[in-house]
Each structure stands twice: as structure tokens, then as C-alpha cells.
């Protein structure tokens, strides 16, 4: 007997057999009934309730259930049905499991070293499989056979592009978040260039103000007997009598203004020996300068008195 025989007969025995009870056949027969039952309901106008409550015959329910199921989207899959996995018929070191789906069949390939492919029977039987083994055609009565690869190519292309649709987003955001950054440093640049333009302005301003203000003279205030030159003897005594002099008409206030310069006081010599500090006499008369002889030669009365 070949593996394939073996296989089969594996799966016969775990199936359990149906046996046929009086219930179950009455139970066929109320069925039975009821379908034809049915059968005559489009004819006396009755039928099956629609999604608004009314009533419909069986082809205006078949016509509601195509609606329905063009709406759906198509789900496309990478599973095979009626074939399986063989030669061997399961990876070494593996055994066979019970999954609820094909899927969960395939999942526990994904998460086993060595499953390449899966293949999943009518019973819930799960067997796993190696590069060694290449798929087969099940017998009839395992049609409703389902094997697969370790992943579907569609599912490995959506996680490529959600990949490369996060890798565009991220560098769209790096580089609106550069470019927002370049922007605002920019800007900041331009705004202290700005402020250092106007600080300069102003301040150029400023000192031409201050300039300006430096080159206005202010004139002086007339003197004590006005502007006129005549009104001043010390301008007299120069030769200047006419016009004005203090100020004059290029507001200068003239030195003759304030009137005679002050005499100069010639200094007095006093010979050596001569002073009237050095006699008592002197002294208590409160005479100072030179006494014994004074500048002009005398000597004077207190020079005697010791």
C-alpha cells in the first residue's frame, strides 16, 4: 500500500461514520415537505421577507443576494483547493495538528524552521512540508483540500508597498520638517539682518542729529551796556567805537566786552637781610617787606629797636 493509500485510509478512520436513526430520517422527511412547501409559495403570491419587510418570490430572492454580492470586494488568495503536499507528506520532526482554518494552518507553517508549504484536510488536520515535497492532486472525496505556501505573494507585495508607503511618508515628513526648519532659520536670519539695518539707521540718524545740533551756535547774550562798541571804554581805548562789538554781527563777544585787563603787579624784590620780619620793632608794627633798608634805600625808625 502506497502513501497516498495510507494517507487516505488515515483520514477514513479518524472521520467518524453517519449512521442513519429513525429520527434522523423523519427529520429528512419534514424537510423534504417543507422545500416543497416552499416550492408553492411564489405562485400564491407569498415568499421570503427583504431587508424592508416586504415579501419575495425566490427569484426576487436570488436576484437580492446577486446585489449583495456584487457589492463585495473580491478576496484573492494564494491556497490551492483539492491538492496536497507529498513525498513525504509531512516535515520531518513535525506532527499533525488540528487548526480551525486554513489560515491558522498556514500561520503555524510561518512560525515553523523548515515549512515551505501546508496543506490542510476536510477534518481539520494540519500536516506541514519541506522543499522535498511537491504538491499532488487529491482524491475526490478530499476535494475540499487546501494547501498553500508559507506566505502568499500578495500578502508579501501589500507589506512591501505598506513598507514603502511608511518609508515615503517618513521621508515626505523629514523633509518638509528640514525644509520647515531651513524656513524658520531663514526667516530668523532675515529678521535679525533687519534689526541690525534699523539699529544702524537709527543710530546714523542719531549721530546726525547730534551733529547738527553740534554745528548750531548759539549766540552769546549781550554785555552789561548792549552791543554797541561805543558803550564800551576798553573798546574805545583800542580804536573800535563803531558798529557792535558785544556780540558783533558774527556773534563773537569781543575782549574789550569786560572791560580793561587788570594792571600787573610788579614783584618786589627785598635784599637779603633786609626784611622786617628779622626786627622785633618791625614786627609789632605790623610792617612786612623789606624795613632795614627798604627798596628805596632807608632805614627805617623800628630797624633800631631790638
Known amino acids: 500500500m502506497n502513501r497516498d493509500s495510507e494517507l487516505e485510509e488515515l483520514l477514513e478512520t479518524e472521520r467518524p461514520q453517519r449512521k442513519w436513526s429513525v429520527s434522523s430520517r423523519a427529520l ?3 424537510g423534504i415537505v417543507g422545500l416543497a412547501a416552499l416550492a408553492f409559495f411564489p405562485f400564491s403570491g407569498k415568499g421570503l421577507r427583504s431587508k424592508s419587510g416586504a415579501f419575495l418570490a425566490f427569484d426576487e430572492v436570488d436576484a437580492e443576494d446577486d446585489d449583495v454580492d456584487d457589492g ?4 484573492t488568495t494564494c491556497f490551492a483547493q483539492g491538492m496536497y503536499y507529498a513525498e513525504p507528506v509531512k516535515l520531518p520532526g513535525t506532527e499533525r495538528t488540528v487548526e480551525m482554518s486554513a489560515e491558522l494552518c498556514q500561520q503555524r507553517c510561518q512560525v515553523v524552521d523548515g515549512c515551505m508549504h501546508f496543506t490542510f ?15 499532488k492532486a487529491a482524491p475526490y472525496k478530499y476535494s475540499e483540500t487546501m494547501s498553500g505556501p508559507k506566505f502568499c505573494q500578495d500578502a508579501i507585495d501589500a507589506a512591501k508597498e505598506a513598507i514603502s508607503t511608511a518609508g515615503s511618508a517618513a521621508s515626505s515628513g523629514i523633509q518638509q520638517a528640514s525644509d520647515s526648519a531651513s524656513s524658520g532659520l531663514q526667516q530668523a536670519a532675515d529678521t535679525v539682518t533687519s534689526g541690525i539695518q534699523q539699529a544702524q539707521s537709527a543710530w546714523g540718524s542719531a549721530a546726525d542729529a547730534t551733529e547738527s545740533v553740534a554745528k548750531e551756535v548759539v549766540p552769546p547774550a549781550p554785555g552789561i551796556n548792549g552791543t554797541s562798541c561805543s558803550k564800551y571804554p576798553a573798546c574805545v581805548a583800542v580804536g573800535i567805537s563803531d558798529g557792535d562789538c558785544c556780540p558783533n554781527a558774527d556773534a563773537v563777544k569781543l ?29 609789632a608794627l605790623n610792617i612786612t617787606g623789606g624795613c632795614c ?7 627805617l625808625g623800628c630797624c633800631d629797636q631790638i
Open 28 to 30: 429528512v422527511v419534514v
Open 293 to 299: 633798608p627798604t627798596n628805596d634805600g632807608l632805614m
Open 255 to 283: 575782549g574789550c566786552c569786560e572791560g580793561f585787563p587788570p594792571k600787573a603787579v610788579e614783584e618786589v624784590k627785598i635784599l637779603a637781610g633786609s626784611e622786617c620780619s628779622k626786627y622785633p620793632g618791625c614786627v
Open 121 to 135: 484536510w476536510p477534518d481539520g488536520g494540519c500536516l506541514l512540508t519541506g522543499d522535498e515535497s511537491y504538491v
Open 72 to 75: 463585495d470586494e473580491e478576496v
